[in-house]
């Protein structure tokens, strides 16, 4: 079992910053890549970035590049989403989760889930 628990989440301008934690405890040498995704009301729960456990490799979707960086510390096990420039568009429940499967951007490979953080972006 691995379990993730995001903080950070908050209240912001557009054009504004926020940085997203996630701290993961338990079995995480079973994971492959730990990711961020989002979901608005109203809307599929959608990929926005993720990190391979072992070497770092990260991808981000296309509406996210540029702005959002994700980043890990292996010692805290803490996984980060630095958002800057953001958007009213970014509003999203934002929820840090845990793959043991090689796809990257699908919600349904990701078995650990966290609780999810609230990010709002007013214009």
């Known amino acids: 079992q691995v379990q993730l628990v995001e903080s950070g989440g908050g209240l912001v301008q557009a054009g504004g910053s926020l940085r997203l934690s996630c701290t993961i405890s338990?079995?995480?040498?079973?994971?492959?890549?730990i990711g961020w995704f989002r979901q608005a009301p109203g809307k599929e729960r959608e990929f926005v970035a993720t990190?391979?456990?072992?070497?770092?490799?990260?991808s981000y979707a296309d509406s996210v590049k540029g702005r959002f960086t994700i980043s890990r510390d292996n010692p805290s096990n803490t996984l980060y989403l630095q958002m800057n420039n953001l958007k009213p568009e970014d509003t999203a429940v934002y929820y840090c989760?845990?793959?043991?499967?090689?796809?990257?951007?699908?919600?349904?490979?990701?078995?650990?889930w966290g609780q999810g953080t609230q990010v709002t972006v007013s214009s």
């Open positions: 990190i391979r456990r072992i070497g770092g490799y990260t």
């Open positions: 989760a845990a793959s043991t499967s090689y796809s990257e951007s699908f919600p349904s490979e990701y078995a650990y």
């Open positions: 338990g079995h995480t040498s079973s994971t492959y890549y």
